[in-house]
């Protein structure tokens, strides 16, 4: 008898705990995760951008950075970078020069790719209203000039740089044609250095380079509070409000200095990294996308 009620006894426990347990609830899907890759583009252009992008690692959201090698700051964003090993960085693949008053060209001999000065040509195509001959794609560039000078760039960075993980485009310049992205994948696929992040998704960040840093805060914080899950990335260029970066610019975009110290202000701003934390957005670089296998 008393074995009897001890069975009845042990089963009314189990069905307790089976029901505190959820047992009979309908079971909760897990969260959906939303992952962030906040990506710092142009380290190496200037002195100025060098500081930014550093300071938008170690004091904020970015998590990879894209190093023009081609420019004159290169030489420091690199030991920068290797003072900073876990910064997962990017060649950003340059065939353009597009600031008015400062300029860069090539590392190879690639006279199809530079202007009368040796610079490579500003903008990616001809603009209304730019000078004659300041477009990349109707000045004759040729093929097996672009693949030299990029490998050179590629491998200049893989020896300076221990953490280069990818490659990117600079103005989207050395995949504007299906041949150049041919090239592209070709390289990639060579140095085994990734182009593209799959599934992921352009975040949209809705404050034009005219906006205040206010503005731009204010902004960011809006569009992170509304970010759906998924896999996302979000591309700017941190600056500072100096006087080099003051002299930067060129036709329809003189206020690159205020527009960029904006940016390192917004990946910098205690309101941006407390909604990140407070929604579990997960803050990812490029490398974390692709582990080396």
């Known amino acids: 008898?008393?074995?009897?009620?001890l069975g009845c006894l042990l089963v009314v426990v189990a069905v307790v705990l089976w029901i505190a347990t959820g047992g009979l609830t309908q079971t909760k899907p897990p969260r959906q995760e939303?992952?962030?890759?906040?990506?710092a583009d142009d380290i190496g252009s200037s002195h100025t951008a060098n500081l930014a992008c550093i300071q938008s690692y170690r004091e904020g959201i970015v998590r990879s950075v894209e190093v023009?090698?081609?420019?004159?700051?290169?030489?420091e964003a690199a030991k920068m970078l290797r003072e900073n090993p876990g910064y997962d960085v990017g060649v950003h693949l340059t065939l353009t020069s597009e600031w008015e008053n400062y300029k860069w060209g090539p590392l190879t001999q690639a006279p199809s790719l530079v202007d009368e000065q040796g610079h490579f040509f500003p903008m990616t195509s001809q603009r209304a209203g730019f000078p004659p001959r300041t477009g990349f794609l109707e000045c004759g560039w040729k093929i097996a000039e672009v693949e030299k000078e990029l490998r050179a760039q590629i491998e200049l960075a893989k020896k300076a740089i221990p953490q280069v993980s990818h490659l990117s485009s600079h103005m989207g310049t050395p995949t504007c044609?299906?041949?150049?992205?041919?090239?592209?994948q070709k390289l990639a696929q060579e140095y085994k250095l990734p182009v593209e992040t799959p599934g992921a998704q352009h975040f949209r960040w809705p404050a034009d380079s005219k906006a205040t840093a206010e503005q731009r805060e204010a902004a960011l914080v809006?569009?992170?509070?509304?970010?759906?899950?998924?896999?996302?990335?979000?591309?700017?260029?941190p600056g500072l409000d100096t006087p080099e970066m003051q002299a930067q610019g060129h036709q329809g975009y003189w206020e690159v200095a205020s527009h960029r110290d904006g940016v390192t202000k917004a990946f910098t701003s205690a309101k941006v990294k407390e909604v990140i934390r407070r929604r579990g957005i997960q803050l990812v670089s490029y490398r974390d996308m692709w582990p080396a296998k």
């Open 34 to 39: 939303i992952k962030l890759v906040v990506r």
């Open 222 to 237: 809006k569009a992170l509070e509304e970010l759906q899950p998924g896999v996302w990335i979000l591309v700017e260029h």
């Open 68 to 75: 023009m090698v081609p420019c004159p700051w290169f030489n």
């Open 1 to 5: 008898m008393i074995r009897k009620v």
């Open 177 to 184: 044609t299906p041949q150049l992205q041919a090239l592209v």
